[in-house]
């Protein structure tokens, strides 16, 4: 770990993604208390992983495809940039809201973020060593958790004191010094030139040419395939928990907004520790069995935090929340990044970015009207037992490679 952080490229590129993050868990925190506070409904406040998800499907091939044609460390800096001035043009109407500019918000971050996370996981692999890869995810794991920490809680905090404005010049800063570390990374281009055709019909065709190409591709690799399959069924196990935990959490457990968002990063603090303790296994264990022992432990702690009743329960249940998600995460980006060349893996990403933006967009819809219908409380409890799906997948994929830890 030492020796990645000791490489000044990964470094600016690490320290970068934790700014991100920081501004990203706030916003999410904030949208998600004020969403419910304006609408107090666990359908609108479910309307909030539809809107994030909504860009992804739209823009996400296109956006593979030319992630791996363009500098991909210019297309992070640039979203940061678009990022800042999102929140700058966004400030005039922070002190009368309506929700329908928090949802104007989400869609135009996502939109951003649909560029950015391909090239973020694209360039990733080109800064490191391959035998370090598996540990370099490990980290940036270990960077969510950071971000869930103080992001949520700060983000609450802020709201709560100040109003929407400031948690708005706060994300604004926080991007901002993100593109200011991005810009000062030197690596080696390997991306395909770009496009020559000057008409605009001719580029889309390209691009979707270049998307089914990157669909074939997965098709017609097994192992690719399989990672791409468990991480859509990961995707339905974990969305119907996401879609309604702040009505949940505020209707069922009797938490105030604050309260919610400290919460969320005691949560971040969890997967810090988490983090670290993937950071340490990844060296030993094989990314596969990572993260079949991060879906078995992942359900089951979903399961039980459906079944809390009061707020010292749901603290308890936190803490295996975050190991499991830092394995699942780590487990999930080393296979994906592993199984796809680099002049395809931007597309391999996007390709899983829209599949998981359309699980998303769905899922989140039914959540949140079943919620309504039945109460969240079975929706948690549902969450938790889907999580059977993709762990029986990559079981069976064990059973049947004879994988086993790696030494």
């Known amino acids: 770990m030492q020796m990645l952080l000791s490489n000044r490229a990964f470094a600016r590129f690490w320290s970068a993604g934790l700014f991100f993050l920081l501004a990203w868990w706030a916003l999410h925190a904030v949208m998600l208390i004020y969403v419910f506070q304006l609408t107090g409904s666990p359908f609108a406040t479910g309307l909030i992983p539809v809107f994030s998800s909504l860009p992804g499907i739209v823009l996400g091939p296109i956006a593979g495809v030319l992630v791996d044609r363009w500098d991909r460390k210019r297309v992070m800096s640039g979203s940061a ?37 391909p090239a973020e996981n694209a360039l990733l692999p080109t800064l490191v060593p391959i035998e370090d890869l598996t540990t370099a995810n490990s980290l940036n794991a270990l960077n969510d958790s950071l971000g869930r920490i103080v992001g949520p809680a700060a983000g609450a905090w802020t709201l709560v004191q100040f109003g929407f404005a400031a948690t708005l010049v706060v994300s604004a800063l926080l991007y901002l010094a993100g593109w200011a570390l991005l810009i000062g990374i030197r690596h080696e281009q390997q991306h395909v030139p770009g496009p020559s055709e000057a008409d605009i019909r001719s580029l889309v065709r390209s ?14 690799r097994p192992a690719l395939f399989l990672v791409v399959a468990v991480f859509a069924l990961f995707m339905v196990a974990d969305v119907p928990l996401s879609a309604v935990l702040p009505a949940f959490m505020i209707e069922s457990v009797d938490v105030s907004p604050e309260v919610f968002g400290s919460l969320m990063s005691v949560r971040g603090l969890t997967g810090l520790l988490g983090g670290l303790l993937v950071v340490i296994l990844s060296r030993r264990v094989h990314e596969t069995w990572l993260l079949a022992g991060g879906l078995l432990l992942h359900g089951l702690s979903f399961l039980t935090f459906g079944l809390a009743n009061n707020l010292v329960g749901t603290v308890l249940v936190l803490i295996p929340i975050g190991p499991a998600a830092a394995a699942i995460q780590t487990g999930l980006f080393t296979m994906l990044q592993k199984s796809s060349p680099d002049a395809m893996r931007g ?32 929706i948690v409890i549902a969450s938790g037992c889907l999580h059977v799906l993709p762990l029986l997948l990559v079981v069976a994929f064990l059973w049947r490679k004879h994988a086993g830890p790696r030494v």
Do not use: H, K, W
């Not at 998981?356 to 109460?375: C, D, K, M, P, W």
């Open 81 to 117: 940039l678009i990022l800042v001035g999102l929140m700058v043009v966004t400030l005039p109407f922070a002190g009368d809201v309506d929700v329908s500019v928090l949802y104007a918000i989400i869609f135009v971050q996502s939109m951003v973020m649909t560029f950015f996370s």
């Open 207 to 220: 691009v979707l040419a270049s998307f089914l190409e990157g669909l074939r591709f997965v098709r017609e």
């Open 347 to 378: 597309r391999v990403f996007a390709l899983t970015g829209t599949i998981n933006g359309l699980i998303v967009l769905v899922v989140s819809v039914t959540a949140g009207g079943l919620g309504e219908a039945f109460g969240t409380r079975v």
